[in-house]
């Protein structure tokens, strides 16, 4: 029997509100990834790659989200269209392809522009893995031990690349549905703001 199609229809007013939820939400998780890697002991990038993990599923949900309220917006639709909510694989791998990509055109104008040879974007080890199972493998030990391989884990300096790229988009993804918002006669606002005053590379940063 195949499973029932993922697919919901919030009121436009709710679906907004919902939207710049989960924008705020990814900045909750991106605390809790900064808090992780502030200290050095064992285990911590197995859960900092697992919050990474869950901020990139997240983000795919709300790429999609703010894609049909704009549509939904412009069409002046009552409703918005969610697909795929609940589908945290698809999401997650939908984010980070998008993210990649947009990490090899940053790192590619650099190289344009600064004339940078260093810098470009390896291939993740974790991209020959099924995306599907990473998040269970980093939170829950096997019993085999021939199973506990977790050599996929990036390294600290890419995580921060692509937890620094979802949160950059969750905070432009907020502005722009408070703007989008706003000319329906909506006030919506991200309530955490990125922290003022200099802090370490991963100090607390939405406050």
Not at 53 to 82: F, H, P
Request: glycine letters at 8%; charged letters at 30%.
């Amino acid at each position: 029997m195949n499973n029932p199609p993922d697919i919901q229809h919030p009121m436009r007013d709710e679906a907004f509100e919902s939207a710049i939820d989960l924008a705020q939400h990814i900045l909750e998780n991106a605390n809790a990834y900064h808090a992780l890697a502030s200290e050095d002991f064992p285990g911590r990038d197995r859960m900092r790659f697992a919050v990474l993990l869950v901020m990139l599923e997240e983000a795919g949900k709300l790429y999609n989200m703010v894609r049909e309220c704009e549509k939904a917006a412009k069409s002046d639709y009552l409703s918005v269209r969610v697909e795929n909510y609940y589908d945290n694989c698809l999401n997650g791998r939908r984010a980070l392809a998008q993210i990649l990509e947009e990490l090899r055109v940053i790192d590619k104008a650099g190289q344009v522009l600064g004339g940078k040879e260093a810098g470009q974007l390896p291939g993740p080890d974790f991209l020959r893995e099924d995306f599907c199972t990473l998040k269970e493998r980093l939170l829950y030990m096997p019993l085999d031990r021939s199973a506990r391989d977790l050599s996929f884990i990036p390294s600290g300096e890419l995580m921060d690349r692509l937890a620094g790229a979802v949160e950059h988009n969750a905070l432009a993804a907020g502005e722009y549905l408070h703007d989008l918002g706003k000319a329906l006669g909506l006030w919506i606002t991200l309530e955490l703001k990125p922290r003022k005053g200099e802090g370490g590379p991963h100090s607390i940063r939405y406050v």
